[in-house]
């Protein structure tokens, strides 16, 4: 049984960083990939880092590029997420979240992701 639990969220001031884990256990050869999620109120989820897990491949989205950094711990089944530069802005949640159907749609149809964590919020405020 696929599990995914996220840690590591809270509060931060803005332009600081912080570093989420997840915890990925029960993966079978689906998992190629293990992206990671952000969803504010109001606005639609988006992905914001991928990586594969064989090969360690990373994606990022654009507005993230340059201040978060995707990696993982096969070892221990942890992929992390580094946020840097944390700008104000509304609270989110992020998720975890492997099975993809593809990696080429990792953002554009996160929905195809088959197995989710349930989150864990991430406010940046002073």
């Known amino acids: 049984q696929v599990q995914l639990v996220e840690s590591g969220g809270g509060l931060v001031q803005p332009g600081g960083s912080l570093r989420l884990s997840c915890d990925a256990s029960?993966?079978?050869?689906?998992?190629?990939?293990i992206g990671w999620f952000r969803q504010a109120p109001g606005r639609e989820r988006e992905g914001v880092a991928c990586i594969t897990t064989t090969g360690g491949t990373t994606y990022y989205a654009n507005s993230v590029k340059g201040r978060f950094t995707i990696s993982k711990d096969n070892a221990k089944n942890l992929v992390f997420l580094e946020m840097n530069g944390l700008p104000p802005e509304d609270p989110a949640v992020y998720y975890c979240a492997t099975n993809p159907p593809d990696i080429i749609t990792w953002r554009s149809a996160w929905w195809g992701f088959e197995y989710w964590g349930q989150g864990t919020q991430v406010i940046v405020s002073s």
């Open positions: 029960g993966l079978t050869s689906d998992a190629f990939a």
